[in-house]
């Protein structure tokens, strides 16, 4: 929802300080990335440690885009990247939030988080799948910048921890749905 309304806004705002930035966006990718990934070893153990190191990662993730834009650096081989490190980062981050429940013994909690992994996967790939098949897929409730958003808060903000992962579980199948009706709907309207 987040990206298909406001998807490069903050390309103008971010446009100087992007062209300052000499480093090639794949290498703020894997830095992201890397970044996700200590954040995940540190969230079973400090939560608020780790949700900060998520919004930092994320951050990467805006940065990297709009380095490629603004600098002319756009790339298929880049697009890529990103899109398979963000798996990756997803996957850390429910798996460091499921062990944290199971940790405390709240293995209700630990089954969201591994079903808000298998959700977040579903969505992605409703949308990898579209486009592979030429079909434009942005719509839903639950994209990763709302995913993102609401787990480091919610790691952040303990007590909006367990809300936090509800919602984006939930969110991100009726995500799901809703991009399996659209590219229904983008189907027959093509036929």
Same mark, same amino acid.
């Given at each position: 929802?987040?990206?298909? !309304?406001?998807?490069?806004?903050?390309?103008?705002?971010?446009?100087?300080? $992007?062209? &300052?930035?000499? +480093? @090639?966006?794949?290498?703020?990718?894997?830095?992201?990335?890397?970044?996700?990934?200590? $954040?995940?070893?540190?969230?079973?153990? @400090?939560?608020?440690?780790?949700?900060?190191?998520?919004?930092?990662?994320?951050?990467?993730? +805006?940065?990297?885009?709009?380095?490629? !834009?603004?600098?002319?650096?756009?790339?298929?081989?880049?697009?890529?990247?990103?899109?398979?490190?963000? #798996? %990756?980062?997803?996957? *850390?981050?429910?798996?460091?939030?499921?062990?944290?429940?199971?940790?405390?013994?709240?293995?209700?909690?630990?089954?969201?988080?591994?079903?808000?992994?298998?959700?977040? %996967?579903?969505?992605?790939?409703?949308?990898?799948? $579209?486009?592979?098949?030429?079909?434009?897929? #942005?719509?839903?409730? =639950?994209? #990763?910048?709302? !995913?993102?958003?609401?787990?480091?808060?919610?790691?952040?903000?303990?007590?909006?921890?367990?809300?936090?992962?509800?919602?984006? =579980? *939930?969110?991100?199948?009726?995500?799901?749905?809703?991009?399996?009706?659209?590219? &229904?709907?983008?189907?027959?309207?093509? $036929?």
């Amino acid at each position: 929802m987040i990206s298909s !309304r406001w998807g490069y806004i903050l390309d103008k705002p971010l446009a100087s300080i $992007a062209r &300052r930035i000499k +480093v @090639s966006p794949n290498l703020l990718s894997a830095s992201g990335f890397v970044i996700t990934v200590a $954040a995940a070893s540190l969230i079973p153990y @400090s939560l608020v440690a780790g949700g900060i190191l998520v919004t930092i990662g994320g951050c990467f993730d +805006v940065l990297d885009g709009v380095v490629a !834009r603004v600098n002319g650096k756009t790339s298929k081989f880049g697009a890529f990247l990103d899109s398979v490190l963000d #798996r %990756f980062s997803d996957a *850390f981050i429910f798996f460091a939030i499921a062990l944290y429940f199971h940790m405390a013994e709240d293995d209700l909690n630990a089954l969201a988080a591994i079903f808000g992994l298998f959700g977040a %996967f579903g969505v992605s790939y409703a949308r990898a799948k $579209a486009e592979g098949l030429g079909y434009e897929c #942005r719509v839903g409730l =639950m994209e #990763r910048p709302e !995913r993102i958003i609401l787990l480091a808060s919610g790691c952040i903000i303990n007590i909006l921890l367990v809300p936090a992962l509800w919602i984006v =579980m *939930f969110g991100s199948y009726i995500t799901i749905v809703q991009r399996i009706l659209h590219v &229904r709907k983008s189907v027959a309207g093509s $036929a």
